[in-house]
């Protein structure tokens, strides 16, 4: 959002290099020693990589390798502007003064000089009940079909590919797809309506706690101002359209559009704590029956496919 930071490009040499110091240690598997290793070359914050994140643990390597700096040294075009006007939103956000609208950005001023464009930022999200069970739906509609998520994964799989292993079988949907897969062809392409539910309930699950760290981390921008897309569209449109053509800068959101924290009342906080997903199309047991009679008949002829 605020610009990538102007790090160096490493040179084929510095890459080649690095992956040569690393290859070791990621095929045994040595996550610890490797982070250790770029920890000890300058990048403390290595330690705080996701596990087994190695395409971000070598670029951190590499940029070390060809600047004698870590990444963090590095500013993004926009780090004055984030500093001055800082990121508190998330704490007023959960504060005990809810009359204070934490994503109101109107008091603060911004320089038109300080930026490359003049720009109004919206986002638009639902209470996050309404929003967790669009995303189970939306879980479950990426499975129906001969070409949804798990068609996708067989072809990553017969590509060579085993899940986790880079930056596209590691994304949410395609990680649990893949491992599902690779434990039907391992049984001869056989599936229990128990297992698949098992995956589909992680791949739920997964999905629905990254849109809660993308809302966390939104939180802290207070360069949004926060809508609630549950209400009419045309009035958000409106909204927008309005604040646009305004050109004073001084923009409140109405109270009919204002996004509510779903931690507020006692009532919301214990809703969420006890969110069950409640599935639209695979309910019952046989409702996945020709899901698997599809894995049955795609993925049986895997059987001695390695497992990762």
């Not at 390798?65 to 956000?93: I, M």
């Not at 068609?151 to 590509?159: F, I, K, P, Y």
């Not at 449109?237 to 204002?258: C, E, K, Q």
Request: charged share 25%; with cysteine.
């Amino acid at each position: 959002m605020y610009g990538k930071p102007n790090v160096p490009k490493a040179s084929p040499d510095i890459a080649a290099e690095v992956c040569s110091e690393l290859a070791d240690l990621q095929r045994n598997e040595d996550w610890d020693a490797a982070v250790q290793l770029v920890v000890k070359a300058g990048d403390p914050r290595a330690q705080h990589l996701a596990i087994n994140d190695w395409y971000r643990l070598r670029r951190s390597y590499e940029i070390i390798k060809a600047s004698g700096s870590p990444q963090s040294a590095f500013q993004v075009p926009y780090d004055t502007f984030r500093q001055e006007h800082g990121s508190g939103a998330a704490s007023s956000f959960q504060g005990a003064d809810h009359s204070v609208d934490p994503h109101d950005y109107s008091s603060v001023e911004i320089s038109t000089k300080e930026l490359d464009y003049e720009f109004i930022c919206f986002f638009l999200s639902s209470p996050r009940l309404n929003l967790y069970k669009s995303i189970d739906f939306r879980c479950e509609d990426m499975i129906l079909g001969s070409d949804g998520i798990l068609s996708e994964a067989t072809w990553l799989l017969n590509s060579g590919l085993l899940p986790n292993s880079n930056s596209a079988t590691k994304a949410i949907g395609y990680r649990q797809a893949m491992e599902y897969l690779l434990r039907c062809r391992q049984q001869g392409g056989r599936s229990s309506p128990e297992e698949f539910y098992a995956f589909l309930s992680e791949f739920q699950k997964a999905s629905r706690n990254f849109a809660k760290r993308q809302l966390t981390w939104f939180r802290n921008e207070r360069i949004y101002h926060w809508l609630d897309a549950s209400k009419p569209l045309e009035n958000a449109l409106n909204f927008i359209y309005d604040a646009y053509h305004n050109g004073s800068g001084n923009i409140s959101v109405p109270d009919s559009l204002r996004m509510e924290s779903d931690v507020s009342s006692r009532r919301k906080a214990s809703e969420m704590k006890s969110y069950q997903t409640r599935n639209r199309y695979f309910v019952r047991r046989q409702d996945c029956a020709d899901v698997l009679d599809w894995i049955g008949r795609t993925q049986s002829v895997y059987q001695d496919f390695p497992v990762a």
